[in-house]
């Protein structure tokens, strides 16, 4: 290729400062993200920037190639042998990198790293730990994590920019050692315009081709192959022309990037990737005692692997996977990379091997890769442990027919016990919680009953019953399978996981905190030897156990685990965590940014609506709905709720009952909402569930109900935590008609987090104030009410409207009112509340007079302006 040119290096120095200035401790920042086109000299500005400090920096780089595998940018930095776990891959190398004392990192191309590298970055920068400089494209899709970190301020946004003209030029003549043609300039300038890269593989090209010459000092382009326009093109041209050996090592590391040298050196002779390296086309990067190469730049590969036909990539991975068999994998990743290169290769690869790494791939959440590989594995065997793995990666991606038609194809009768556990319990999964057919799922239970017999099988198949008997509302069932299984130290990862979503729940609606607790411990124990779908029940389990005992923080740190580790590209895997955020925001009165949550997740899940996993959600966002006044949303959505847990998980239905009663309240029907919230009570009471029961009395307490006061006093002893003792205050001070004590449990619902009963608790002081004469408090407790509603996204609540509403109505007469401006004739008013019409009458009478109105119309004025008064904050 002719002799190897050193390019120079065009000093930026503002763009320099900038960046330096962000890596020397500035208060809330931790350094730069820069973005800028391929090629426009991002990295080389963000190496500079990194070597005028005294510390030294570890580079690492996204590959288009490695951006499946989790933690792969990041992989020399785990243990071996490595879990599956992602959370637990997180915090190895989160407690790698302090351990090694890495002070700064610089990340080339951070747009292709895989989603958990993402996360340990914005991990790094949001704790301090670390100095980040990374680059990525213009254009291209950045993780979530990444870009989060330049929006809240960790990282400063620099774009690069392509030189000027000016520049571009300086750039060729100092380049050449002498001065360029102007015309030349100006085609040069027109076909690189001013990428940094497009102009140096333009002129080494030129040099090549003999297209770019000097002619009395002065340098010229002649011949149009030299002028692309594209970067592509350049560089194709260019590579076409490197050695044969050159070529063929470029060609390896493009279908599999990055390769190590170990690997790559027993393909290619040393002196064949000096040569490359000097070319400036690959780099060594050596952390930690490991080796890789990779490309330079991206774009390298790019044009090769363009140039590449399918024939010659198969060939060349065929070729890559022999040699890599020598050096056998000891950890998830290197399986799944290894594995994913096998897929397109024309090698023999075990159906063992493929099962296992399709194994690591549902671990780890790739769900997409699971497939593939599960698939390939069925091509070549499609026993049931194949097949199995497929439906499992097919349910995951919402395909819950596709992945019933598999397991349905198998015969129980001619399968081992084994086969038949794992059979059946795959598909009372697919059938409860994807498909939502409890009852079928309840068949194949009872069938493993009668025909397992293995003690470890046994055991299997009792945690999963737990967790059954938990959806079916039979919760002394649950905990007595579950505390059967964990009772038995041969009790394996799956069957502790079912048994601690089944008890766990069961104690979380129970109101027992202490036993929430002891299950979600020994769940985090096998946490990193189950699959997805039950890692996010457990979560679920413990999430709803916090919640309920308002442990908001503890909740949050919870659903987060989840939340940091799922990808937009996995939206089953997104909604679930959704789900998990989403308990933890309605419950602090984040209303609105639970609503936009749980409606992306609803759409995710669209085509699955018959699924288990989507009555958490649905349920949420009716009360999201329902809280902010939207009725006609929520509406269809508890009509739906109402389906779905009766037919699916019967353990919702005293939730959906709770879900009811507030949309009546959001109907302006509160009496309705008082007895729809006492029966649902009832129904947790009844089977149990402590929590919700002490729920739904609470939600009749604050729409006014003083009947269920005592009772909660009751349920609140019983359940104890920080939030049943604060709804106990609360329905004292409503029994003594204490306006201080109920104000002071306001403020206390404030301190803990649970911001919607702290607003309707100060609505309700107000009232107390006011009606003792008390005008100075009554205004604090009412503007305390409005700020809390405010907070929670423009909560409207019978108590908060009663209290904004400067109307002399009473109760009864203001839910009339609110009827009435809903358009309902005195008949629908009177059946609806379960009165005589001339009830009805008898108070629209008094409201005339009080109100100084002589039509229905006049009222329904006064009444709308009153409520677009209290419209959302």
């Not at 000299?41 to 570890?58: F, P, S």
């Not at 290197?334 to 549902?362: G, K, N, S």
């Not at 081992?416 to 939502?436: D, K, V």
């Not at 929430?516 to 039950?534: H, M, N, P, Q, W």
Request: aromatic share 4%.
């Amino acid at each position: 290729m002719g002799e190897s040119r050193t390019w120079p290096v065009m000093r930026r120095g503002k763009e320099l400062a900038a960046i330096q200035a962000t890596l020397q401790g500035r208060p809330g920042q931790c350094g730069a993200l820069l973005l800028g086109d391929a090629g426009v000299g991002k990295t080389t500005l963000a190496r500079m920037a990194t070597h005028a400090l005294r510390t030294a920096a570890v580079w690492v780089a996204g590959t288009e190639s490695a951006r499946e595998v989790p933690l792969g940018v990041f992989a020399h930095l785990l243990a071996s042998p490595m879990p599956a776990d992602p959370v637990a891959m997180l915090a190895d190398a989160f407690r790698t990198v302090r351990r090694e004392k890495v002070a700064l990192i610089g990340v080339d191309d951070v747009h292709l790293v895989d989603h958990l590298s993402a996360t340990l970055l914005h991990q790094l920068a949001v704790e301090g730990a670390v100095r980040i400089v990374a680059t990525a494209r213009t254009g291209e899709p950045i993780p979530e994590t990444i870009t989060a970190l330049w929006k809240d301020g960790y990282l400063a946004r620099l774009d690069v920019a392509p030189f000027s003209k000016a520049e571009a030029v300086a750039l060729v003549e100092t380049a050449l050692g002498g001065r360029l043609e102007r015309l030349s300039a100006d085609l040069m300038w027109e076909a690189s315009s001013g990428n940094a890269l497009f102009v140096r593989h333009l002129v080494e090209g030129a040099l090549e081709a003999g297209t770019l010459r000097q002619v009395n000092g002065v340098w010229q382009l002649r011949g149009e192959a030299a002028v692309a326009s594209k970067l592509a093109p350049l560089l194709s041209s260019r590579l076409d022309r490197l050695p044969d050996d050159e070529q063929r090592a470029l060609q390896l590391l493009a279908v599999s990037e990055p390769l190590t040298l170990e690997v790559m050196s027993e393909l290619v002779d040393s002196e064949t990737l000096e040569r490359a390296e000097r070319r400036g086309l690959i780099r060594v990067v050596d952390v930690t005692g490991t080796a890789d190469i990779h490309f330079t730049h991206s774009v390298i590969g790019e044009v090769i692997r363009q140039g590449l036909g399918q024939v010659a990539s198969r060939r060349l991975r065929t070729e890559l996977l022999g040699t890599m068999d020598r050096h056998p994998s000891h950890s998830p990743v290197q399986r799944l990379r290894r594995a994913e290169l096998a897929l397109q290769a024309d090698a023999a690869v075990e159906t063992e091997f493929l099962c296992r790494a399709a194994e690591d791939a549902i671990a780890l959440m790739n769900i997409t890769l699971a497939e593939r590989l599960a698939q390939a594995a069925v091509d070549q065997n499609d026993g049931l442990v194949a097949s199995e793995l497929l439906s499992r990666a097919l349910r995951w991606q919402g395909r819950a027919p596709e992945s019933e038609a598999i397991l349905e194809a198998f015969d129980p009768d001619t399968l081992s016990e084994f086969e038949l556990a794992r059979w059946g319990m795959a598909r009372i999964a697919n059938l409860q919680w994807a498909i939502g057919d409890a009852e079928a799922a309840a068949e194949i239970l009872k069938m493993l009953q009668q025909r397992i017999t293995h003690p470890r099988l046994r055991l299997s198949v009792d945690g999963l019953a737990a967790a059954l008997a938990v959806l079916d509302n039979r919760l002394d069932d649950a905990a007595t399978l579950a505390d059967q299984v964990l009772a038995d130290p041969t009790a394996t990862p799956m069957a502790v996981g079912w048994a601690v979503f089944g008890g766990g729940m069961a104690a979380a609606m129970r109101g027992c905190a202490a036993d929430a607790a002891r299950f979600a411990a020994r769940g985090r124990e096998v946490y990193d030897e189950i699959d997805g779908l039950l890692r996010f029940l457990l979560a679920l389990g413990e999430v709803r156990a916090l919640t309920l005992a308002g442990d908001f923080a503890a909740a949050q740190a919870r659903s987060g685990d989840v939340v940091r580790i799922t990808s937009p590209s996995q939206y089953r895997v997104r909604a679930m965590a959704n789900v998990l955020a989403g308990t933890v925001e309605l419950g602090r009165g984040q209303l609105r940014v639970a609503m936009a949550r749980l409606e992306e997740t609803l759409a995710a899940l669209s085509g699955e609506a018959a699924a288990s996993w989507n009555v958490p959600a649905r349920l949420l966002l009716a009360q999201c709905y329902c809280g902010l006044g939207y009725d006609e949303a929520a509406a269809p959505l508890v009509t739906e709720l109402r389906e779905l847990a009766g037919r699916a998980a019967t353990m919702f239905e005293p939730a959906v009952r709770i879900a009811e009663a507030w949309l009546a309240a959001a109907m302006g029907h509160v009496s309705g909402a008082v007895r729809m919230a006492l029966h649902a009570a009832d129904l947790a009471g009844e089977s149990g569930q402590r929590a919700i029961e002490l729920m739904a009395l609470h939600a009749a307490a604050r729409f006014g109900d003083k009947s269920c006061l005592p009772r909660i006093v009751e349920v609140a002893a019983e359940i104890g935590g920080p939030l049943a003792a604060v709804d106990a205050a609360h329905a004292t001070g409503l029994m003594n008609d204490d306006a201080a004590a109920v104000f002071s449990a306001s403020q206390e619902f404030e301190r803990i987090g649970a911001l919607l009963s702290a607003a309707d608790a100060a609505a309700q002081a107000a009232a107390l104030f006011d009606a003792a004469g008390q005008r100075r408090h009554s205004l604090e407790a009412a503007a305390a009410a409005d700020r809390l509603g405010k907070e929670c996204g423009g909560l409207q609540t019978p108590a908060l409207m009663a209290t904004s509403q400067p109307l002399p109505l009473s109760r009864r007469e203001r839910e009339i009112a609110q009827l009435v401006v809903r358009g309902l004739s005195n008949r629908d008013i009177a059946q609806r509340l379960v009165v005589s019409t001339r009830t009805v009458e008898g108070h629209l009478y008094r409201m005339y007079l009080k109100l100084n109105v002589t039509s229905r119309e006049e009222l329904r004025e006064i009444i709308r302006r009153a409520l677009e008064d209290d419209g959302p904050g």
